[in-house]
């Protein structure tokens, strides 16, 4: 009989996998017990300034629902059939008491489920800091450029008086920095993945994301860079796999079992649209003049495209998923929404039309959080992969 050593990489994947998969927030609660007085702050997809968040002193918390490890009683009694999984899930979180190691919410701007839920919450939660969040769909300095600033400063506000600071003496600036380190460390994800994905499995790249949910930014950056490392010394055999590019899963996030089915697929998942939370703002905001201007132009230059976010007159819909398609060498794309996400499903016919005047190869899925229809995704996206090496080139 013979024992397989585990590898380094192997080892990282096991514990942070725990970390993703613990729906007690474990982590969260020890960085609060680590000193008296400190303060979490929940917030759901797709984005929310968490400088803001980390500058007032408190911890920025990522609520993404709780995947196949909770059966949903309470939470479906709280919405009607009809709508995506993530809201039923995340107030199953709420009234299970999993979340009480949360001092507030913040619901951002996505849709009017989430909009509706951030209502739900405050009549749940009377007691907790509970915000939705806009975000302008103007991008307009003058207009939605002011708009923001505006509510940045309320929140600012809001979140100091929570955690007891005041404004005057926060250093968002140095937060600012911080979250920047971060993004770098994402970005060199993300291009090493896209380079050589044999040696970045998408799997692996969406646990290093998911795991900068529950741990402070500093910390995060640690682990990514633990993880970059473990990557490039890896011995991993280049894989000829069809190289996709996901698209729709902005908000609800997929469930890592479906993730390694398109895999195990064959897929190279070389660009996606997950956790965008950690990527929406793209380059670094300036670190020069006042911080929380350079957060409000850092959001209305990116260039990112999401469903819940406003594609303005002159540019074409899908033409920044075909450039991705282009940049990371991808061979088709596979849209993969939640089931009953209005945004994603109301694009994606734009999006495919857009694809078929580029000659890019697509097929499309929709999935729960909570999914149990893994093989015929695996069989679906298989026959995709095999199709495009097979006649990709004619």
């Not at 291009?191 to 969406?206: D, H, K, N």
């Not at 479906?258 to 939370?277: N, P, Q, S």
């Not at 793209?282 to 230059?301: F, I, Q, S």
């Not at 450039?323 to 089931?339: L, Q």
Request: aromatic letters at 8%; proline letters at 7%; one cysteine or more.
């Amino acid at each position: 009989m013979t024992t397989t050593e585990t590898t380094p990489i192997e080892a990282w994947t096991r514990r942070v996998e725990d970390l993703v998969l613990d729906l007690d927030l474990s982590a969260v609660r020890a960085w609060k017990d680590a000193q008296p007085g400190r303060k979490a702050i929940g917030f759901l997809p797709t984005y929310v300034p968490r400088e803001l968040i980390h500058a007032a002193g408190m911890l920025p918390v990522g609520v993404l629902g709780a995947g196949e490890e909770l059966e949903i009683v309470r939470g479906d009694a709280c919405f009607q059939s009809y709508i995506c999984h993530l809201p039923r899930s995340v107030m199953e979180l709420g009234l299970s008491g999993r979340l009480d190691v949360l001092d507030g919410m913040l619901f951002p701007s996505t849709c009017d489920v989430i909009r509706n839920l951030s209502g739900l919450w405050q009549l749940e939660f009377p007691d907790k800091f509970v915000r939705y969040v806009d975000v302008p769909q103007n991008f307009d300095p003058e207009v939605g450029g002011k708009f923001y600033e505006r509510l940045l400063r309320e929140l600012l506000g809001e979140l100091c008086a929570l955690s007891g600071k005041s404004p005057e003496e926060v250093d968002l600036a140095a937060s600012v920095r911080i979250y920047n380190t971060n993004r770098a460390r994402v970005s060199e994800l993300y291009a090493l993945r896209a380079e050589e994905p044999w040696r970045v499995p998408a799997s692996e790249a969406y646990l290093a994301l998911r795991a900068g949910m529950q741990l402070p930014p500093e910390e995060h950056t640690a682990l990514l860079e633990e993880y970059l490392e473990l990557a490039r010394a890896a011995e991993r055999p280049m894989q000829d796999n069809a190289r996709v590019v996901i698209a729709g899963a902005f908000c609800e996030q997929p469930p890592l079992p479906l993730i390694r089915t398109l895999e195990r697929a064959g897929c190279d998942l070389v660009d996606d649209d997950f956790m965008l939370v950690s990527r929406w703002l793209g380059p670094d905001v300036p670190e020069t003049g006042d911080p929380l201007k350079a957060l409000v132009d850092a959001y209305l230059a990116f260039g990112g495209e999401a469903s819940c976010k406003y594609v303005p007159d002159g540019e074409d819909k899908g033409a920044r998923l075909i450039a991705s398609v282009r940049e990371k060498h991808a061979e088709g794309v596979i849209f993969a929404a939640p089931s009953f996400c209005d945004p994603a499903l109301l694009d994606r016919p734009m999006l495919q039309e857009a694809l078929d005047e580029a000659g890019i190869a697509y097929t499309s899925f929709k999935y729960s959080e909570n999914t149990g229809q893994l093989q015929p995704i695996r069989e679906q996206a298989g026959t995709f992969a095999d199709t495009i090496k097979l006649w990709g080139d004619q």
